[in-house]
């Protein structure tokens, strides 16, 4: 009996499913010559008008700015992303998708929604909505307890 509760075990479950998930993604992605760290940025400055404040882009891939700065400067270098100062701040970076990096992010977008329509096969809007609505308040209980 003990067995079969780890093996039902929540989770394991969920970290198969972001681990399947994650591969899925790398395996339709290893065409291009991105790190699943650039898709990110890329996709994140897509859904913001193609442009965001570095800070913002730091907080949303969860790394220290160094690493941060490490990414953008390879994205710089495939000609993805221009760097500029924002506005009167200097110390401000803005950072801003090239028409390159917007047809990358285009692509990684239509590939992202491949993956998401696999993983929700043969279910209901109903169920895909459960499964979001669980899945957000696990996440949100575990915040909760990380602060603690």
């Known amino acids: 009996v003990h067995d ?9 479950t969920l970290g198969r499913a972001a681990h399947l998930t994650r591969t899925r993604l790398d395996v339709r992605l ?3 010559d991105v790190t699943p ?8 400055l897509g859904r913001n008008g193609g442009q965001a404040p570095q ?7 969860r790394v220290k700015p160094p690493t941060a700065n490490g990414i953008l400067d390879r994205l710089e270098e495939k000609g ?9 701040d ?14 990358q ?11 998401e329509q696999q993983m929700v096969r043969g279910f209901t809007a109903e169920e895909q909505e459960i499964l979001r609505t ?11 307890d990380e602060t603690r």
């Open 4 to 12: 079969m509760q780890m093996i039902n075990a929540l989770g394991p």
């Open 30 to 32: 290893t065409q291009y």
């Open 37 to 44: 760290a650039q898709m990110h940025v890329l996709l994140y």
């Open 55 to 61: 800070c913002e882009l730091t907080g949303f891939l």
């Open 80 to 88: 993805m992303v221009v760097r500029s100062v924002s506005g009167t």
């Open 90 to 103: 200097a110390r401000r970076r803005l950072i801003t998708l090239t028409e390159k990096g917007s047809q």
């Open 105 to 115: 992010q285009a692509l990684f977008q239509r590939h992202f929604q491949e993956a």
């Open 134 to 144: 669980l899945l957000s308040r696990v996440i949100r209980n575990l915040e909760e």
